[in-house]
């Protein structure tokens, strides 16, 4: 069974912020976490078996003090039915022969000349 449960806590700076929230998310069952307020006072926690009061006992011994505003049952959004999708007729394919590929060009014929040089110097 789900739960959400606000609990405002007070928490004057971030520093308080951050170890209220690093407190909560440790404990057993929950699973989303979030500030809420205009003063950004406010935790909403849901979780599944969270034990609210021992919850609050240990926001109160290491933030400050915090009390209980909500708690209330999440219900689980049912799937939607969908409808079943009109069929579409089939396309018919035809398959294609690929086109006229011709094979690699022939190897460049290589010209040697063994003239000897005009020059007899060298």
Same mark, same amino acid.
């Given at each position: 069974m789900k739960q959400k449960i606000v609990i405002t806590v007070t928490m004057p700076? @971030?520093?308080?912020?951050?170890?209220?929230?690093?407190?909560v998310?440790?404990? &057993?069952?929950? $699973?989303? *976490?979030?500030?809420?307020?205009?003063d950004k006072d406010k935790l909403e926690v849901?979780?599944?078996?969270? @034990?609210?009061?021992?919850?609050v006992t240990c926001?109160?011994?290491?933030?400050? &003090?915090?009390? $209980?505003? *909500?708690?209330?049952?999440?219900?689980?959004?049912?799937?939607e039915e969908k409808k079943p999708e009109e069929k579409k007729p089939e396309e018919v394919c035809f398959w294609s022969p690929p086109p006229y590929c011709y094979g690699p060009p022939p190897p460049c014929s290589m010209v040697v000349c063994d003239a000897e040089p005009a020059c007899s110097i060298m």
């Open positions: 700076c @971030d520093k308080c912020r951050t170890k209220a929230m690093e407190l998310a440790r404990a &057993h069952g929950v $699973i989303s *976490l979030a500030i809420a307020g205009d849901i979780g599944d078996g969270v @034990d609210v009061t021992c919850l926001l109160r011994k290491k933030v400050g &003090h915090a009390k $209980i505003v *909500l708690v209330e049952e999440v219900k689980d959004k049912k799937p």
